[in-house]
Structure formats: structure tokens, C-alpha cells
């Protein structure tokens, strides 16, 4: 990675768009230039006061969201990829268990009533016997 040109008119451009709020719009590529701007020796002194912590805090907040933008849209790819897959597990399922009760042939047979028969006493009582 060839390391760019740093100049103080990059500086001033940062400051002024620092100002005015309109970093928050600033490309990932326009962030990681001002990241390695502010990495420079001396670069906390082109900012007056304690705005140079607040500049490297805003602009690191800023590449940060950025980066969990991108892992979004990312994971948004794959979220759809398995909702598919959960969908065809499903069909898959319902066609599996279709087919297997339409071939079967029901195994349990309606009730028939039982013949009526007479059942003899288990326990005759001899007859007399005189």
C-alpha cells in the first residue's frame, strides 16, 4: 500500500469538513485517509486546542461504522441464503412424508364385531345323581 501525499491543504480540508458536520458523509476511503493523516508526526498541531482528540475520536467512530455497515449488508446475504435453505428443508419434509403416507397401506383395519357365541361355564356343577 503506497502511503499518499500528505499536505496541509489535506489538514485545512479536514478541519473545515470537521466544522461544518459533513464528515459524517465521508467515504470509507476519504476516512482511512484521514486516519493515516492523523497518524502523522505533528499532526496534533495543526488543530487548535483539544479539537485533535475529538477529530481522531470522531473520525475512528465514523471508519467504525462504516466497517459494521459492510458486515450488515453482508450477513443480510447469508440471512436470506439460509432462510432459503430452511424453506427447501422444509418442502423437502412435507413431500418426504407425503409420499410415504400415500404408499403405505393402512395397517390397522376397522373393527369387525365378534361372532356371538355361547361360552360354556368354566366350572360345571355336577348334576345329582340319585
Not at 479536514?14 to 499532526?43: H, W, Y
Not at 449488508?73 to 412435507?94: E, H, N, T
Request: aromatic share 6%; glycine share 2%; charged share 20%.
Amino acid at each position: 500500500m503506497k502511503i499518499p501525499e500528505i499536505t496541509a491543504r489535506d489538514f485545512d480540508e479536514l478541519s473545515e469538513r470537521l466544522a461544518r458536520g459533513d464528515i459524517t458523509t465521508a467515504s470509507k476511503q476519504e476516512l482511512e485517509r484521514f486516519t493515516v493523516m492523523l497518524c502523522r508526526p505533528n499532526a496534533s498541531t495543526r488543530f487548535p486546542g483539544s479539537q485533535f482528540p475529538q477529530a481522531c475520536e470522531t473520525v475512528r467512530l465514523l471508519l467504525l461504522r462504516e466497517h459494521i455497515n459492510t458486515i450488515e449488508r453482508r450477513s443480510a446475504k447469508y440471512q436470506w441464503l439460509v432462510i432459503a435453505l430452511a424453506v427447501a428443508a422444509l418442502v423437502s419434509s412435507v413431500v418426504q412424508i407425503y409420499v410415504q403416507v400415500s404408499t403405505q397401506a393402512p395397517s390397522i383395519a376397522p373393527a369387525q364385531p365378534a361372532p356371538a357365541t355361547q361360552s360354556a361355564p368354566t366350572n360345571p356343577v355336577p348334576a345329582n345323581t340319585q
